[in-house]
Structure formats: C-alpha cells, structure tokens
C-alpha cells in the first residue's frame, strides 16, 4: 500500500530544508570567502597557506551537504530535477575551489 504525503507534511520538509540550508551555507559562503580571500588577498593574512588549505576543505564539505540540503526547498515534484542541479553546480564550485588551491 503507498501513502500518500499531506500538503501539511510536505510543507515542513520544506521549512526544514530551508533552515539547513541557511544552516549550512552560510559557514559555506564563509569558508568559501576565506579560502578564495587568502588566495587571491594578495596580503600576508596567510603566509603558510593554511586558511587556503584548511578553508577550501572545510568548504568542500560544507558543499557537499549542502548541494543534497537545498532540493529539500523545492515541492516533491521538482525535487527529483533540484538535485542534479545542485550537484553540478558543487562540482563547478568545487573545481573552482581545487583549482585555487592548487595554483597558489
């Protein structure tokens, strides 16, 4: 037998998903900002490099949960399109990362 979700039910899967990710991307914009801040900075923030390294890791995972976080946004007829939207849009974001990181 399938049951079927109530409007109520899809109503708090959606505010749920908004909650994570506001949860999860702010430390993401975050973490993003200081890893691409000590790259391209140009100031002597970072001289080792760690803020790059340890922000763009830290980045990545915050990422990563938030690219499966964000389709929860979306009605469960959008969802199944919301989420390899979001992973394609992580890789790109991730690729720019790595390639930051690796150029310094």
């Known amino acids: 037998m399938t049951r079927m979700q109530s ?5 708090v899967v959606r505010i749920v998903g908004i909650v994570l990710t506001v949860t999860l991307g702010v430390p993401f914009l975050f973490f993003v900002w200081m890893a691409l801040n000590s790259r391209f900075g140009g100031g002597t923030g970072d001289p080792h490099g760690y803020v790059l390294i340890f922000g763009t890791f830290l980045a990545l995972l915050a990422g990563l949960a938030l690219a ?4 929860l946004i979306f009605g469960s007829g959008r969802r199944g399109t ?3 939207v979001s ?4 890789l790109v974001i991730a690729a ?5 990181l690796l150029t310094a």
């Open 7 to 11: 409007p109520a039910g899809g109503r």
């Open 68 to 71: 499966f976080v964000v389709p």
């Open 96 to 100: 720019g990362l790595i390639a930051a």
């Open 87 to 90: 992973l394609v849009a992580y």
């Open 82 to 84: 919301a989420y390899p």
